[in-house]
C-alpha cells in the first residue's frame, strides 16, 4: 500500500469534480438509499412517483448535506472544495428536501411531518456533532442512516406505521450498526495510521507480517460486499413490485 494512501477505498485523485464524487460517498449514499426502496416496497400499494421523491429528498439530505457538512467539519476527505461551497451544498440540499417533503405532507398528511422535523436535525446534530456528541455514535448512526429512512419512505408510500416497516428498520439499524463496525477502524488504519509492525504465528507454527494491508482489506471488502448487496436488494423489491 502507499506510504499515504486515499483516506477511502472509494475516494478519487483531490482536485476538482473528483473531490466532490469523492464527498458524496457513492458506495454509503447507495447504500443508504437502498433503505428507502426497502421501505417504501414494503407499503401495501407502492407508487413510484412518491418512491422517487423521497429518495431524492434524502439523497439531498444524506448525500450532499451531510457529507458536505461532515467534510466542513475536520475535512476528514481531505479535499480542496472551500468552505463556501461546502456550506453552500449543505444548505442547498436540506433546502432541497425540505421542499420535497411539505410537498408531500400535500400528498400524504401531516404523518409526514414528525419526519420532515426529525431528519434535517438528525443530519445537523450527528454530522456536526451537536448535543455533546449525543447524537454522533454507533446507535446514534443506525438510527439515522439506517432505521429512518426505512420508516419514513414507507410512511409516505401509506400514510402510516405498520409493524413490517418497524421490523425492516430494525433490520437497517443493525446493518448500519455493522457498518459503522466496520468503517470505523477502516477509516482509522486509512487516516491514522503511518505505520503497523508485527507478526501473526499461525498453529502450524508459520509465522505472518502483520501491516495495514492485512488490518484494512477484509474490512474494507466487507464493506464494499455490503453496500452493492443491499443496492441489489433494494433494486430487485423495486422491480418486482413496479416491474
Do not use: C, K
Not at 137 to 153: E, H, Y
Not at 159 to 188: E, H, I, K, T
Not at 217 to 224: C, G, S, V
Amino acid at each position: 500500500m502507499a506510504d499515504e494512501p486515499r483516506p477511502a477505498f472509494y475516494a478519487a485523485r483531490t482536485g476538482g469534480w473528483r473531490d466532490w464524487w469523492t464527498v458524496l460517498h457513492p458506495p454509503y449514499t447507495a447504500w443508504h438509499l437502498a433503505y428507502v426502496a426497502i421501505g417504501a416496497t414494503l407499503a401495501p400499494h407502492v407508487d413510484g412517483f412518491r418512491l422517487l421523491a423521497t429518495a431524492l429528498a434524502f439523497f439531498l439530505a444524506v448525500g450532499i448535506a451531510a457529507h458536505a457538512l461532515d467534510e466542513l467539519t475536520g475535512r476528514p476527505l481531505r479535499t480542496a472544495i472551500p468552505g463556501g461551497a461546502l456550506a453552500g451544498a449543505t444548505a442547498l440540499g436540506l433546502a432541497g428536501a425540505l421542499v420535497i417533503g411539505v410537498a408531500g405532507v400535500g400528498r400524504v398528511g401531516l404523518v409526514l411531518v414528525p419526519f420532515l422535523v426529525a431528519g434535517p436535525l438528525l443530519v445537523i446534530a450527528y454530522n456536526a456533532e451537536l448535543f455533546g456528541g449525543l447524537v454522533h455514535t454507533d446507535g446514534g448512526f443506525a438510527a439515522s442512516w439506517g432505521a429512518f429512512p426505512v420508516l419514513t419512505a414507507y410512511v409516505a408510500q401509506a400514510g402510516r406505521l405498520d409493524a413490517a416497516p418497524v421490523l425492516a428498520a430494525a433490520a437497517a439499524f443493525g446493518l448500519s450498526y455493522a457498518q459503522r463496525a466496520l468503517s470505523m477502524p477502516a477509516r482509522v488504519l486509512r487516516r491514522n495510521v503511518d505505520r503497523v509492525e508485527g507478526t501473526v504465528t499461525m498453529g502450524d507454527g508459520s509465522i505472518r507480517p502483520l501491516d495495514r494491508v492485512m488490518l484494512l482489506q477484509p474490512l474494507e471488502r466487507a464493506l464494499h460486499a455490503l453496500s452493492w448487496s443491499m443496492v441489489a436488494l433494494a433494486a430487485g423489491l423495486v422491480v418486482a413490485r413496479l416491474g
